[in-house]
């Protein structure tokens, strides 16, 4: 398998579980061997504990789904007294995915995972809305954007991935941003927001009426956004966004990314992680692959 050096973060393989679709890594250790990943991401930890949107908060829609679970987590506290003991011995990458509401609240967590010397790196996911600025999200203006990641870059030593949101007009010009102000990486895309509405009841699907779109709808705009976002910045790329077979990662491998990321996936088969590895481990060998910039096509 084609090993990875993404920007000082060592990947045994490109691929890594996202966020919000994989716990905290053990809740699937009894169908894959964590230590296979490339990494995984736990899910959205925020400074304090958050109960998420009401019900319902998920929904099915044509290939793929819509979720405002609304980073329902038990504050970073918890995670490093009652999770991070249970997986800080993996050998893979484990990153966490920090986020907030105003960016106070994303340097605080920051500061503390950068003292969990398991935790090689963090995701800043900067869809969250900005209380102070009326429920904008951060990633969505160039500069709330810089602003965020130029505090936690300040605190945090390790390596700084950023997740981008796809909402914008422009998504190349926020990577831009957030390469100048420090991330080491850019992980692309967030989900796009998105609407389902009950027919019969003629009511929304959603309690908070709007919700993130993933899986297999999104995949051919993700790969686009991949594609112009790796051709905008010099920093590494993590592709994702409706991977749902070895074939689709390696689209967004041949579109430019570094490394990907399987989430919606892992609802519909918990082994999806390891026969995408696998997948792609034939597809280096059947091509005569050694290095990850020798799939880039484009």
């Given at each position: ?16 579980a996202?966020?919000g679709t994989f ?43 819509l ?31 920090v ?8 340097v ?25 600025e ?8 160039c ?78 705009i ?13 920093i ?63």
């Open positions: 398998m084609v090993e990875i050096d993404f920007n000082g973060l060592k990947l045994k393989n490109p691929v890594l996202a966020s716990g905290y890594g053990i809740e699937y250790s009894d169908f894959v061997n964590l230590n296979d990943l490339g990494g995984f991401i736990v899910k959205g930890t925020t400074i304090d504990n958050r109960e998420g949107n009401d019900y319902p908060r998920m929904t099915e829609t044509a290939s793929g789904m979720n405002a679970v609304g980073l329902q987590n038990k504050g970073i506290d918890y995670f490093i007294e009652n999770i991070y003991p249970k997986i800080k011995d993996y050998k893979t990458n484990i990153l966490v995915n986020s907030g509401s105003q960016i106070e609240d994303y605080k967590v920051a500061e503390k995972v950068n003292e969990l010397k398991a935790i090689p790196g963090i995701e800043l996911n900067i869809s969250c809305p900005n209380v102070k009326g429920g904008m999200a951060f990633g969505t203006n500069e709330s954007a810089a602003n965020v990641v130029k505090a936690v870059r300040k605190v945090y030593k390790k390596h700084l991935m950023v997740k981008l949101s796809p909402n914008v007009t422009d998504i190349t010009t926020i990577a831009k941003v957030v390469e100048y102000e420090g991330a080491n990486s850019v992980s692309l895309v967030n989900t796009f927001m998105g609407m389902a509405i009950d027919v019969k009841t003629r009511k929304p699907k959603l309690s908070t009426i709007t919700g993130g779109l993933s899986g297999p709808a999104i995949k051919p993700a790969v686009c956004l991949v594609w112009k976002v790796s051709n905008a910045v010099k590494p790329v993590c592709g994702l966004g409706g991977i749902m077979s070895a074939n689709d990662a390696i689209e967004f491998l041949l579109a430019g990314a570094s490394a990907i990321q399987v989430g919606t996936a892992n609802f519909i088969n918990p082994k999806i992680t390891t026969e995408i590895i696998e997948g792609i481990d034939n597809y280096c060998k059947i091509n005569s692959i050694q290095k990850i910039n020798e799939f880039r096509m484009l």
